[in-house]
């Protein structure tokens, strides 16, 4: 069996960002029914895209 390890939490800070409604509204119907919050989704797309920037 292995061995437990205390996951770590990654530092955070809190950004105030407006996004239009429809961002807001795709967003929220793409995570409907799905074990995601809004913040989760956001932080995977940003990643995501600052990943393609690399790439390119």
Do not use: Q
Request: include cysteine.
């Amino acid at each position: 069996m292995a061995k437990f390890k205390i996951p770590l939490v990654p530092p955070t800070v809190n950004k105030t960002i407006r996004f239009p409604n429809d961002v807001v509204e795709g967003v929220e119907n793409a995570i409907k029914g799905k074990d995601c919050t809004f913040s989760a989704f956001v932080i995977a797309a940003v990643r995501n895209a600052l990943e393609d920037i690399d790439n390119t």
